[in-house]
């Protein structure tokens, strides 16, 4: 459906849950995390009724997300019971990718259509400073599982840090040269955790573009832009919402682990969807993409008004 104005929201990414088995220094505190109880947390049952809803509205793509979602007990299921959503085009999971390789398989028969695997560095002392806790080997497992199920056209997000992961750009554009995988840089945003880091931490994509000049533009999927270096295999994404801010093309809806809809990640106004069904959910959800905010005003300088952790709302 059409918001007001004029954009066509046909995007929802649904957090299954606010817990994780890491804790990326950009998105969890350390020192302990004030989590949902388990009773406030939406069954599977109620997130199906979501998504249906917002399959009658127009949604056609769906991507599960968290915290970890593949720390949530019978995520297959879910998977399961959403692709059965008659209109449903594609069924897709961001994922850290440490548990891939047990569940993988199971995952692709469940439906589930893609996968967005995270990892910010390719250094294993690197990886374990920044998840606190990771093994760089579990990921390298994860992706290679994905590829045996027969995931296709899987992305890698490496979110661009000043002075962390700015001298393994190469490296990562490296990867796409026999692999057709796309590898995404995401503009570290300054919400939650981090939004008090110093401004160095926030890389602009054009300082990417200038480190890697061989980068010729391809197209644009959703809020990437995508390049490629000629003859190579995969493609190189770029996600810029400080300094090439997408709003204007923004098609996307979020549903927290506790049930509130997010018409915006960096703005304030969640919208309680628990206990409404038929006209009532429907008529709610509908007021709610048509107010979806026209912008954020976030920048390096002026942090998110998301008042919420990514790891509450999904990224
Ligand atoms: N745990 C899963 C994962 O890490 O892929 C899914 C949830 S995580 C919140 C979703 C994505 O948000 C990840 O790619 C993560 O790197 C990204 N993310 C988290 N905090 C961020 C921030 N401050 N700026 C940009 N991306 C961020
Ligand atoms: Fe967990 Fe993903 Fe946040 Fe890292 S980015 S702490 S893996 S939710």
Not at 167 to 181: G, H, M, P, Q
Not at 298 to 314: K, Q, V, Y
């Amino acid at each position: 459906m059409l918001d007001r104005y004029g954009r066509d929201i046909r995007y929802l990414r649904i957090s299954v849950t606010d817990r994780c088995n890491y804790r990326c220094r950009y998105c969890m505190p350390g020192d302990g995390v004030a989590l949902c109880s388990h009773q406030d947390i939406l069954s599977f049952e109620e997130i199906t009724a979501i998504a249906d809803a917002a399959v009658s509205l127009g949604i056609t793509k769906i991507r599960l997300t968290g915290g970890e979602p593949l720390v949530r007990r019978g995520i297959t299921d879910l998977c399961r019971m959403l692709k059965a959503i008659p209109n449903l085009s594609e069924l897709s999971m961001t994922t850290n990718g440490s548990l891939l390789s047990d569940k993988a398989k199971e995952l692709k028969a469940a439906g589930l259509d893609r996968l967005n695997i995270s990892l910010d560095t390719l250094d294993p002392g690197k990886f374990q400073q920044i998840t606190r806790v990771g093994t760089l080997s579990d990921v390298f497992a994860g992706i290679d599982a994905a590829e045996a199920a027969g995931f296709l056209r899987t992305k890698l997000n490496v979110v661009l840090i000043g002075g962390f992961n700015d001298d393994e750009i190469l490296d990562f554009v490296a990867l796409t040269e026999k692999r057709s995988l796309s590898v995404r840089f995401i503009e570290l945003m300054p919400i939650g955790v981090c939004q008090s880091w110093p401004k160095e931490r926030f890389v602009s994509t054009d300082a990417l573009l200038k480190a890697v000049p061989a980068l010729v533009p391809e197209r644009t999927d959703g809020v990437a832009t995508e390049y490629r270096v000629p003859g190579f295999a995969g493609t190189v994404g770029l996600i810029s919402p400080l300094s090439h801010a997408f709003c204007d093309r923004c098609n996307r809806i979020r549903l927290t682990a506790d049930g509130r809809l997010k018409p915006c990640l960096h703005a304030k106004d969640e919208i309680f969807l628990r206990g409404l069904s038929g006209d009532a959910l429907l008529e709610t959800m509908q007021k709610a993409i048509y107010c979806k905010p026209a912008a954020h005003r976030m920048d390096a300088l002026h942090p998110s008004s998301a008042g919420r952790n990514m790891f509450e709302i999904g990224g």
